[in-house]
């Protein structure tokens, strides 16, 4: 298990923001293990929590690995013995889903005393940074009634999963966008999200091309600084420490 250096990392790129807006740090990382990114989650929610650092919203991508949330059942994994999958009970709220490479994983870990001290406006929040994320790229996302995650319509699949945990007002999870991958461990390896015949989509299906992470994440910092009022200073050096 590798070790999360935060105190190396300095407060430079943050003194930068202008007063105008509320600062925010932007941790861009490429594939890292379910658990180090839990650790390293937890260590940067500490920070938040006691005012060392500002919201940090991290992204990443994970290895293969379907991740338990608290409302998960039994019933909902049906994993082939020659899977090469991790599996992992997590306290985020949700049920069963999925994470590999060519997903888009988006960690907020906010001071939610800092934006209203309201659970369901946050979820909303989040659903509103999928949504905006995707617009630049064509693909017109929604929510629908009843449903958890965004999804497209027409028939109705499921393109993005949210699942949040919050501590004393600070947030750890997110949020997972498929931008391309295969969706079918979705419905092959587990009931996902404890959805029954639930399809699931990736922006690189709907547009009928290769899509990149790197195409994808600008997108998505932009649409998460918007939609939370937040200028958010990348780490870039300083996150190659994070991961040790």
């Not at 600062?23 to 890292?32: F, T």
């Not at 969706?183 to 999200?193: G, V």
Request: hydrophobic letters at 40%.
């Amino acid at each position: 298990m590798r070790s999360f250096p935060l105190d190396d990392v300095g407060t430079a790129a943050f003194s930068k923001v202008t007063a105008m807006t509320r600062g925010a740090y932007a941790v861009h990382l490429g594939v890292v293990p379910y658990h180090e990114a839990l650790d390293l989650q937890r260590g940067i929610a500490a920070k938040v929590s006691s005012g060392e650092w500002p919201d940090t919203v991290i992204f990443l991508e994970h290895p293969p690995v379907i991740t338990l949330g608290r409302r998960a059942e039994e019933s909902e994994l049906h994993v082939p013995p020659d899977a090469e999958v991790e599996i992992v009970e997590t306290d985020r709220g949700g049920k069963s889903t999925y994470h590999a490479p060519g997903q888009l994983v988006c960690y907020p870990i906010l001071d939610l005393t800092r934006h209203g001290q309201d659970v369901k406006k946050y979820c909303r929040d989040l659903e509103e940074a999928i949504i905006r994320t995707m617009s630049p790229l064509g693909i017109d996302a929604t929510r629908i009634e009843g449903l958890t995650g965004i999804w497209l319509e027409r028939p109705p699949r499921k393109i993005a999963s949210i699942g949040v945990h919050i501590t004393k007002w600070v947030t750890t999870h997110g949020y997972a966008l498929n931008v391309d991958l295969d969706p079918a461990p979705f419905t092959d390896w587990i009931t996902a999200c404890g959805l029954e015949d639930a399809a699931f989509t990736t922006i690189a299906r709907e547009l009928d091309r290769p899509v990149s992470i790197e195409e994808v994440r600008p997108f998505a910092a932009q649409a998460f600084a918007d939609v939370f009022h937040l200028k958010l200073a990348e780490l870039t050096a300083e996150a190659e420490q994070l991961v040790g």
